[in-house]
């Protein structure tokens, strides 16, 4: 189980991340599987088609980054 930041319950982690890095083992111990399924599956691609990111663009991808810890409270 996962303490999860962003719905502050208690609740079945993320076994299917795996990337390297601080942010992933953050999102690894602090964010549910429902929570990033949401970023996952729905946000992640309203925020590209918003701000029509091109993720061949680090600048880019480093603000979808950003927005993602946003919607994930872990800033
Ligand atoms: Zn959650």
Redesign the pocket.
């Known amino acids: 189980m996962t303490q999860?930041v962003?719905?502050n319950?208690d609740?079945k982690g993320i076994e299917s991340l795996v990337f390297q890095g601080e942010i992933w083992n953050k999102i690894r111990n602090n964010?549910?599987m429902?929570?990033w399924s949401e970023w996952e599956d729905d946000m992640q691609m309203k925020v590209m088609n918003e701000y029509t990111l091109d993720l061949s663009n680090k600048q880019h991808r480093k603000y979808l980054t950003e927005k993602m810890k946003e919607f994930l409270s872990l800033n």
């Open positions: 999860c962003k719905c319950y609740k964010i549910c429902d929570c």
